[in-house]
């Protein structure tokens, strides 16, 4: 059920992610412009009417991560940093990444719209959690990156 649930929200990011993309690339064809970020996450409310399932099946602020991480490769594409944004595929890795609303409980992992997820955690999650990114490997195994927020007490200056 949990593993249903995950394949869906992937899903629904990889369509996401690729409908967003192919809307970047017509609107620089037809304008020599990208397009703002706030236009693709503009998109989400009509989308979600069209397409019931984006609703359903994911958390939303999953996909507001998916225009924020496609707004971040077209800059990097434009400042050089980067390769052009690829379309996502389901045979290769996938992730999600949830910004906020993911909690820590003894051996699990409570993942909105997933439930409680048990888990194997490397270190103990001591602080606040700002990001859980989630992946599929090409291997069928599930990880979870947990990014927390730490406050830094002492800085050296270095040179």
């Known amino acids: 059920e949990q593993e249903l649930a995950l394949v869906k929200s992937f899903g629904c990011v990889r369509w996401y992610w690729n409908f967003a993309l192919n809307a970047c690339i017509q609107h620089y064809q037809e304008t020599g412009k990208s397009l703002k970020l706030a236009t693709y996450k503009g998109m989400l409310p009509q989308l979600k009417k069209e397409y019931p399932w984006l609703k359903e099946d994911c958390y939303s602020s999953v996909l507001q991560c998916v225009a924020i991480n496609l707004d971040r490769a077209y800059k990097n594409f434009f400042k050089g940093q980067?390769?052009?944004?690829?379309?996502?595929?389901?045979?290769?890795?996938?992730?999600?990444q949830y910004p906020q609303s993911v909690t820590v409980k003894d051996e699990y992992?409570?993942?909105?719209?997933?439930?409680?997820?048990?888990?194997?955690?490397?270190?103990?999650?001591?602080?606040?959690?700002?990001?859980?990114?989630?992946?599929?490997?090409?291997?069928?195994?599930?990880?979870?990156?947990?990014?927390?927020?730490?406050?830094v007490t002492d800085v050296k200056q270095l040179g």
């Open 82 to 96: 980067a390769k052009f944004p690829r379309f996502k595929s389901k045979h290769h890795k996938q992730s999600i």
């Open 109 to 151: 992992l409570k993942v909105p719209k997933i439930g409680e997820v048990k888990a194997v955690f490397h270190r103990e999650v001591t602080r606040k959690i700002k990001t859980v990114t989630i992946s599929k490997s090409s291997t069928d195994k599930y990880f979870a990156s947990i990014l927390c927020e730490v406050e």
